[in-house]
């Protein structure tokens, strides 16, 4: 696709004469080339709270889904001269994800791919790597409200004959004044007993492994209570601290 850099420049220098910066008089506009044709703008919006002041590049990406979504191609953004400026760090990211490496982004010297701007960034396809691998545990949403809260407790069990561990999160009667004691949620089984303290991890920091024998051993978060004083072998100190 062709890009028209001055009509883009000349839609960015519209779009900053409309920029309400009463602080720190520093006005800033930005006009983007979509993958469909169209052209959305964007000015900086400041706050009398400084940090969540709105820049130019977020209007444009606000404008890009308002008005039918899909891939910024090109941007310009200039200052109160029409001059090309470089979207701060923050905007990088933000256009990275909706323009990805290929999106050109005006400079002094010639426009510049946003994998020159953002070299080894931080995307979509990182999560993914992530979670892919290792399954994230999810906590109910009729539970989120006890998030962080009760217990997690690991056991053995038996399934078809063979050792299994499984866990329950226990609420307890300190949650709540008059809070009933009883489980929120139980675990399924597990043929290692680390998912099921990774389990437990999402849960609550206070985790307990309880083995065949009726030996409590701590696996939360933090140095063990003085109630559980050993911690689970082969899960050094701090390990599951977030």
Known sequence: MDIDWERLRAAATEAMRHAYVPYSRFPVGA?????????????????????????????????????????????????ATGEP??????????LWEHGGPECLIEAKGGPLRMAELLPHAFDVADLEAVVGEVPVPVVPERLAAWRGRGTVFVHPDLNAGQQVWTAYWERSAGDDVGAETGVLEEGPTWDDPAAAITWGHARTPRVVVVDATGTMYWAGEGEPPTEVPVRWPGQQSGEGER
């Open 31 to 79: 006009a983007a080339l979509v993958d469909d044709g169209r052209v959305v703008v964007g000015c900086n919006v400041e706050n009398a709270a400084y940090g969540v002041v709105l820049c130019a590049e977020c209007g444009v990406v606000s404008a890009l889904h308002s008005s039918g979504g899909g891939r910024l191609i090109a941007l310009s953004c200039v200052d």
């Open 85 to 94: 400026l470089m979207p701060c760090g923050r905007c990088r990211q933000i």
